[in-house]
């Protein structure tokens, strides 16, 4: 499948910052020398650059210091020259508003540091959340050839002998502990249990969604989403894309040629197929729009109403990635989805998805289903629009109660997050199991960075009775490690207007996930009145990143980019002089 022509030492981006003659090259050697090098280690080869998302800042990023020289390992068997660049890490258990107000910031630094350096392939490391569609958006507008090493799941957690899920069973737990059910010393335990090791969420949560997605993609080697992060064939995962890269420089195997429309169809049919992350489906607009492609939600829809959901995975089933791994891995579903992909998209190896996915087996039936014995005929996204999300809204039907599929209640609303921390728990809030929570003021620039809050709390005074989902909207996020009927990304969000900044207390919302209908049932010419009275919310920032980010955010359904930055124009090489 790969190109036969390769390329010459002349053609690479690198010879000309250290194949010419003239002063500038003079630097640029002599300063390379300055670390110790010569040209048996640089010359006539192609440089690697790893893109290392390390940080004390990121737990799940703990190995990837040795995952770079591993990398490096790999480049030099081949031929190459790696050097490695550090970039922005998003530790999404650390970094406040949202790691997704940063996402296009590691995005801007990767293009800029593969742009501005002689680099001629990267090798991209990230795992946690936004690290994997900000270091491939960067890269797929550079577009040089690049391999991605996913982070890889971290270990099982464990309490008293039970496995435990990131963030799902975080969530269970504080439920459990707001209702008496466990008390402190259990959940100090829980504590002690829930990560033990590196690597990165091991739910099917937003780390492990992206980590398939660019699998599918092509952009990774084969099996390489699967692999928990501490296991000995993730250290070999990362040599041999350090020897794959160089190859791929010669073969000038670009980002653009694997990024296809079929290959994100593939993405999107597999995200149905694992039940993955909502987070997934702005990531995945975010990056098609890197490479010119236009991926409406209503594609995620059409998508998800004819692929079974397969991975029996938490938060929408019962294992864990490590479980999965060793039940035969991404490769061994994606070939349960059959005539569903189109097998003939390229991947980083030269081969198609088809050729790769040939020898898969499942080990485990009841981890990796197959369309037979699917845990739900449809996906488990799905996309609904109405008067209250005129541009769309998602919601994850196979991880919330049947019950409320078709629901209608009264909202109960929040005007922005302090107001509902303030308010939940409050024994004289008026709210009963069929109310709707509205969360306002909580999306792109609202949050701002659309926090991760979309999983609104059940009121405490509920929690004892027993009430463990509710209906609840918001144009926030979730943690993919997150379950509930949970209405998200609502667009366009509240505080620049949008219809779910109307909402008032009392008014009934109906809700029809078989229908994909959101509806707000009040008047046209009630809303007109309250819209007209309606008041935009102070700016957020005055200053640095805060305001170019709210000047130029996208709205969730067109995939949050900047607008600068969306679309496929070319990255300008720099000059060298
Ligand atoms: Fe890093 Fe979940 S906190 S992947």
Not at 48 to 71: F, Q
Not at 520 to 549: D, T
Request: proline share 6%.
């Amino acid at each position: 499948m790969t190109t036969s022509r390769r390329k010459s030492y002349a053609e690479l981006r690198s010879a000309r910052w250290y194949g010419a003659t003239d002063l500038r090259s003079f630097g640029h050697r002599s300063r390379t020398k300055q670390m110790g090098y010569d040209a048996a280690d640089y010359g006539g080869k192609p440089v690697i650059g790893i893109i290392n998302t390390w940080s004390d800042m990121n737990s799940c990023h703990a190995h990837l210091r040795d995952r770079a020289e591993e990398v490096k390992r790999g480049v030099l068997q081949a031929g190459g020259f790696p050097v490695e660049m550090p970039a922005m890490s998003l530790g999404e258990a650390f970094m406040k508003p949202s790691t997704m107000m940063y996402r296009n910031l590691l995005a801007m630094e990767t293009e800029e540091l593969l742009r501005a350096n002689p680099i001629d392939g990267a090798v991209l490391l990230g795992g946690c959340d936004k690290t994997v569609p900000a270091l491939v958006m960067g890269a797929a507008s550079m577009n040089l050839p690049t391999i991605f090493v996913p982070a890889g799941p971290m270990l099982r957690g464990n309490w008293h002998g039970q496995p435990l899920g990131s963030g799902s069973d975080v969530w269970k737990y504080w439920a459990e502990l707001r209702a008496g059910k466990i008390d402190e010393e259990d959940w100090r335990e829980i504590e002690d249990g829930i990560a033990r090791s590196a690597g990165t969420c091991m739910t099917m949560g937003t780390a492990s969604t992206m980590a398939a997605m660019v699998e599918v993609l092509g952009l990774t080697l084969p099996g390489a989403s699967s692999i928990p992060a501490v296991d000995s064939s993730h250290s070999r995962l990362a040599a041999a894309s350090g020897r794959r890269i160089v190859e791929m420089v010669w073969e000038d195997l670009k980002a653009s040629a694997i990024l296809t429309k079929a290959a994100f169809d593939n993405a999107v049919t597999t995200l149905m197929a694992i039940g993955g992350s909502t987070n997934a489906v702005i990531h995945l607009v975010a990056m098609a729009g890197r490479v010119g492609i236009d991926l409406p939600l209503d594609r995620f829809d059409a998508l998800s109403r004819t692929t079974p959901f397969l991975a029996n995975i938490r938060p929408s089933g019962k294992y864990l990635m490590e479980d999965f791994y060793y039940a035969g891995g991404l490769r061994a579903l994606l070939r349960q989805l059959g005539g569903k992909l189109d097998t003939r998209c390229l991947s980083v190896n030269g081969k198609s998805l088809g050729e790769n996915i040939a020898r898969a087996e499942i080990y485990n039936n009841d981890v990796i289903r197959t369309p037979d014995s699917a845990l739900r005929a449809e996906g488990g996204l799905a996309v609904l629009r109405g008067n209250l999300a005129p541009d769309g809204a998602v919601i994850k039907p196979a991880a919330m109660e049947e019950r409320l599929l078709r629901h209608r209640g009264k909202a109960v609303v929040f005007r922005d997050y302090n107001d509902m921390a303030a308010r939940i728990d409050d024994p004289a809030l008026e709210v009963t199991a069929d109310s709707v929570l509205v969360l306002q003021n909580a999306g792109p620039q609202g949050g701002p960075g659309m926090p991760e809050w979309g999983q609104l709390p059940i009121p405490k005074k509920l929690l004892k009775e027993g009430v463990r989902d509710m209906v609840r909207i918001s144009d926030a996020r979730m943690s993919g490690t997150s379950y509930g009927a949970c209405v998200l990304h609502v667009a366009p969000e509240s505080f620049i207007g949008g219809p779910l900044a109307l909402v008032r207390e009392g008014d009934v919302i109906e809700l029809d996930v078989p229908e994909r209908r959101l509806h707000l049932a009040v008047a046209a010419e009630e809303l007109a009145q309250r819209k007209a009275a309606w008041r935009a919310p102070p700016r957020k920032f005055e200053r640095s990143y805060g305001a170019l980010f709210s000047a130029h955010i996208g709205q969730a359904d067109r995939g949050c980019d900047f607008d600068f930055l969306a679309g496929a124009a070319p990255v300008p090489e720099p000059e060298i002089h």
